[in-house]
């Protein structure tokens, strides 16, 4: 069938990004599913930090690329293997599919799957293979899940069911931003009573494990960041306290566990320091492959210190979605709030400049029915 998609055509273009257009909004020819896959129609598709990284060249990816890995839609057509999901049910794409049977899928969380992985490395989806084209030119999928787009094919294995209480954008902020930020409080952090929770970087993630935290956590929960607007907005969310780095820095400010969400390594050398004797030092952020940061290992022995990898948030999509959009509807994780921006597909060059600036929570591009 045909459907228009944003298409990354070039990697590493300068900015402003609406003015060198890397990212084509174009015309092409998506395929049946195959056996274990689904036709998604897409409802909405956040703007995540992964999709500029992909864009700017901190994670090399082949190109031409569909982009998006957040979304959520409703189901059109279901593959031959396919036999738990009804034409028409609402689902959450999350952007790393589990196999089950590999080593990684047996950590409950804690690694990523080995075939998933080798899958997002190369463009294509879990099964093998790629539905996409354009003038009869392969054109690779990102993260299994190319979302920008009117339409998208998917595997069985990045996708989760959600009712249709829960609305699209909403949905589609739960398949990453959530499940990376919330994820990792709930797998990597799991504070206990009374212990205070620090999230270092406020973007999308940064406030989705904010806002986890605010719902779950006893004691304080401290937002950092450098622009004035998200500090405010976490006070907003749910943190008790809220500081610039330097300010955490100045006044020695710890937390017993800290979350760093920014991808940067200045931003892990701040949350490193922040984290009190005894607690966790948690990063889901991904900088740059060349990126380094300088700790103290006498610091992590003298004070028992442990620093924890998190990818998405240590999730298993199928099992943690489900518990955040319930707790989205008891009212305790407003994420609408976290949607700094609705957009239209067109927007999308503009978006990566917003995002790049720092300014941006989660924008998120609507499609129409």
């Not at 998917?154 to 930020?181: F, M």
């Not at 998200?230 to 955490?248: I, M, Q, S």
């Not at 009212?331 to 709030?337: D, K, Q, S, T, Y």
């Not at 067109?346 to 300014?359: F, P, S, T, V, Y």
Request: aromatic residues 2%; charged residues 20%.
């Amino acid at each position: 069938m045909r459907i228009t998609g944003a298409v990354l055509e070039r990697i590493g273009m300068p900015r402003p990004y609406a003015g060198s257009a890397p990212v084509s909004v174009t015309r092409l020819e998506l395929g049946d599913p195959g056996p274990t896959e689904v036709r998604v129609r897409i409802e909405a598709a956040g703007v995540c930090h992964s999709d500029l990284s992909v864009l700017d060249g901190n994670r090399v990816r082949p190109v031409p690329m569909l982009l998006g890995h957040e979304a959520a839609g409703r189901v059109e057509a279901v593959g031959s293997q396919v036999t738990d999901l009804a034409v028409g049910r609402r689902v959450v794409m999350a952007f790393l599919p589990r196999c089950g049977d590999c080593d990684g899928c047996r950590t409950d969380g804690r690694l990523p799957c080995g075939p998933g992985s080798v899958a997002n490395n190369e463009g294509r989806l879990l099964n093998g293979g790629r539905r996409l084209t354009r003038d009869g030119e392969t054109v690779h999928h990102h993260l299994g899940v190319s979302g920008f787009a009117t339409h998208a094919v998917v595997d069985r294995a990045s996708l989760v069911p959600v009712d249709d209480d829960v609305p699209a954008e909403v949905a589609a902020v739960l398949g990453c931003a959530v499940l990376t930020g919330g994820g990792a409080l709930l797998n990597a952090v799991r504070p206990g009573e009374g212990e205070s929770v620090m999230v270092v970087g406020l973007g999308g993630v940064g406030m989705a494990a904010l806002l986890a935290a605010a719902a779950q956590v006893t004691g304080d929960v401290i937002a950092v960041d450098t622009v004035p607007e998200k500090l405010e907005l976490a006070r907003e969310l749910g943190a008790t306290r809220a500081y610039t780095p330097d300010e955490v820095s100045a006044q020695g400010i710890r937390a017993s566990h800290v979350i760093e969400c920014a991808g940067h390594p200045r931003a892990f050398e701040t949350a490193f320091a922040a984290t009190a004797p005894g607690g966790r030092t948690v990063t889901v952020g991904l900088p740059g492959p060349d990126a380094t940061a300088r700790l103290s290992p006498l610091t992590m022995t003298a004070e028992a210190r442990t620093v924890i990898g998190s990818y998405l948030g240590s999730a298993v999509p199928a099992r943690d979605i489900p518990t955040f959009a319930q707790w989205w509807r008891e009212g305790r994780l407003p994420v609408e709030r976290l949607i700094s921006r609705r957009i239209r597909l067109g927007e999308i060059n503009e978006a990566m400049d917003e995002l790049a600036d720092g300014k941006a929570v989660r924008q998120v591009i609507v499609f129409d029915e």
